[in-house]
């Protein structure tokens, strides 16, 4: 069975810092990886997604993630944070091998991002 | 373009009640998957409907049921409420599973209470 493990259950950066927030995975073969950041009261938004090629994704609000398959890992970086990023962060994989983006998704717990000024 | 629309916002149950989630996908998504976040938690998926059918389940007791309507809306019905249905419950969307790599989208849930 596929696993997510984020170790970093909360976080606090600096505003204007640079920030890295860790995702491994378990599985079988490479699985679809995503990055979906969720504001208090709010649903899920996909920050980028990995399906296969570059192993270096660009994503929205200048976030970016490196897949790396010697770790199995899929962090999340960006180089300077804003105050609006505060939120929680989720990993999630995907089986390539059945519907791809589109089927049931394994997440990880969060870690929990907070921007000190 | 309307994204994931889910109804009601919040919702308070009592234990042993039955409860109906509704969900709209997005314009042009057919396919409709149904995760329950506990607080503190990642989403866990529970099901996905696809042409009207339940196509893949999660871990979840047959106490959790759903529909998918020929609109592609879907329903999330919840049976024998427990204590620990507590949760935000997420609907998202998607275009067919394996015709094209396309991420699913998230409505912003349902908080559902359970006293």
């Known amino acids: 069975a596929q696993s997510v493990t984020q170790p970093d259950i909360h976080i606090t950066v600096s505003e204007g810092a640079s920030l890295e927030l860790r995702c491994n995975y378990s599985?079988?073969?490479?699985?679809?990886l995503f990055w979906y950041v969720q504001s208090p009261g709010q649903g899920l938004q996909l920050l980028l997604k990995?399906?296969?090629?570059?192993?270096l994704v660009q994503g929205i609000k200048g976030f970016e993630a490196e897949f790396k398959r010697s770790q199995s890992s899929f962090n999340l970086r960006k180089p300077s944070v804003h105050w609006s990023d505060a939120a929680e962060y989720f990993c999630?994989?995907?089986?390539?091998?059945?519907?791809?983006?589109?089927?049931?998704?394994?997440f990880g717990k969060g870690t929990h991002l907070i921007i000190q000024p | 373009d309307a994204g994931v629309t889910q109804s009601p916002t919040h919702l308070i149950k009592t234990r042993g009640q039955q409860v109906t989630l509704r969900c709209s996908p997005k314009?042009?998504?057919?396919?409709v998957s149904w995760y329950q976040q506990a607080l503190g938690q990642g989403p866990q998926f529970i099901f996905q409907y696809y042409e009207e059918e339940e196509r893949q389940r999660g871990n979840f007791p047959d106490r959790f049921s759903g529909h998918q309507f020929p609109n592609y809306s879907s329903e999330l019905n919840v049976n024998a409420l427990l204590l620990g249905d507590s949760a935000l419950y997420l609907c998202?969307?998607?275009?067919?599973?394996?015709?094209?790599?396309?991420?699913?989208?998230f409505g912003d849930g349902t908080r559902l209470s359970i006293l």
């Open positions: 599985y079988g073969a490479t699985p679809y």
């Open positions: 998202a969307s998607s275009r067919r599973p394996g015709t094209s790599n396309q991420p699913q989208h």
């Open positions: 999630a994989v995907g089986d390539p091998y059945s519907g791809g983006g589109a089927d049931g998704l394994t």
């Open positions: 990995y399906f296969s090629g570059d192993t």
């Open positions: 314009s042009g998504h057919d396919t």
